[in-house]
């Protein structure tokens, strides 16, 4: 584009340029009038542009942080109304959908526009919806869903987070003062909030583990110890993709309650068992590598420190720990991924745990007897990291 003709305005004349001739005066103090003109109503409209601008990026992204608890309502509303597996098979309109959830037709056009512009489904030209990809996930009956994952972030969760104040103010954690107990003994008198809650960490785990089992190489220990293996979803994968090793799963008489059922599918029988017992007192002796996989972000480092001290009395000296977990940038920087903040303060609030930097995970397996060794962060698994560590002699 052109620059805009210069117009300079002398102390006691009109605004002028070089003079034109004669006949082209009139013409020409026209068309610098009107050069001069739009040159202002520009410099104008562009004076307040940026701070309004800025203003409104800044108000946009409050009010949708304000907004946010609508967002997670949706996505649990219509899991709860079935939406997802009404649109499985294809696209649908809402009056489908209503006549199929029992729900008035035009709300549900409104609330399915609203689940469209989160990236959960499309609507079609001729007014039809459909899943997205991630929408697909909210199916329960997908090999990747996340429907238990939605399910469990609610309820419980949504009520302990009210409490999120109370946890910021005393360091404790909110989901106690709420309900009177920890999560953990809550869970075990709640049975069908205890198979929601291993339905969703199955789920979790599930992806996490194809990964996992790619980017670690398992075939160098002969035998692996999953402390807090839940269903076995884990160690089964991992066992899966490495033929040579064989494996135990550990965890609480409940918690591991699915893992035979889950070690006899996959056809390990041979190759992995199943134990019970208590992490905080003593974990099974025998293994090369132990695995922590999502186990001490739960528990506060005092707590953290006694599952860890139970695995340094089981670790042989040639023997490894494996860590798998989040870990916390050094500063919240404007690049750093919020999910791990977020993890951290929802830890807190429900367990009374904490995500933790590479530093304080260093700190924490210093003070049990352990030396990192290596500290990686595979693509694959982001946002989780790994962190292996050996057993320090006569520590």
């Given amino acids: 584009m052109a620059e805009p003709e210069t117009v300079r305005a002398e102390p006691d004349g009109p605004a002028h340029t070089a003079p034109p001739t004669a006949d082209a005066q009139p013409a020409a103090r026209a068309q610098h009038a009107e050069h001069a003109a ?27 942080l304000v907004w946010g608890y609508m967002s997670s309502d949706i996505v649990d509303v219509a899991v709860r109304l079935g939406i997802p597996e ?17 729900t008035d037709p035009v709300a549900t056009l409104r609330f399915l526009r609203a689940f469209a512009v989160l990236g959960l489904a499309e609507e079609t030209r001729d007014g039809r919806f459909a899943l997205t990809p991630a929408g697909r996930r909210l199916r329960p009956d997908v090999p990747d869903s996340l429907h238990a994952f939605v399910r469990q972030g609610s309820g419980v969760f949504r009520r302990a987070w009210a409490r999120l104040e109370h946890s910021v103010r005393t ?18 008198g709640q049975p069908e ?3 929601t809650f291993a339905s969703s960490m199955r789920e979790a785990t599930r992806t996490l583990s194809t990964a996992l089992a790619e980017a670690y190489d398992f075939s160098a220990h002969g035998r692996v110890v999953d402390v807090g293996g839940a269903d076995g979803t884990l160690l089964t994968t991992v066992l899966g993709a490495h033929p040579g090793v064989h494996g135990v799963v550990f965890d609480s008489p409940a918690g591991g309650r699915d893992a035979p059922a889950t070690v006899r599918k996959a056809g390990l029988a041979g190759r992995c068992r199943v134990e019970t017992g208590d992490f905080f007192d003593a974990v099974p002796p025998g293994g090369d590598l132990y695995v922590l996989k999502s186990i001490l972000h739960d528990w506060s480092d005092e707590r953290s420190a006694r599952i860890l001290r139970s695995c340094r009395a089981a670790v042989p000296e040639h023997g490894r720990l494996l860590v798998v977990e989040v870990l916390l940038p050094e500063r919240a920087t404007p690049d750093a991924h919020p999910l791990a903040f977020l993890s951290d303060l929802y830890v807190l609030v429900n367990m ?18 352990f030396r990192t060794t290596r500290v990686a962060s595979p693509p694959a698994l982001a946002p989780f990291s790994l962190v292996e560590a050996v057993p320090v002699p006569d520590a």
Avoid: C, K, M, N
């Fill in 38 to 64: 739009d040159a202002q109503q520009t410099a104008q409209a562009q004076r307040p542009a940026a701070p309004h601008a800025e203003q409104f990026a800044s108000q946009e992204r409050i009010l949708g």
């Fill in 86 to 102: 009404q649109l499985a098979d294809g696209a649908h309109t809402a009056g489908d959908v209503a006549a199929a959830a029992g």
């Fill in 171 to 188: 360091g404790e954690p909110g989901f106690d003062e709420e309900f009177g107990t920890d999560f953990f003994h809550h869970l075990a």
């Fill in 193 to 195: 909030l205890a198979e």
């Fill in 352 to 369: 009374g745990g904490r995500e933790r930097s590479a530093r304080d995970l260093d700190a924490l397996l210093t003070a049990t007897g």
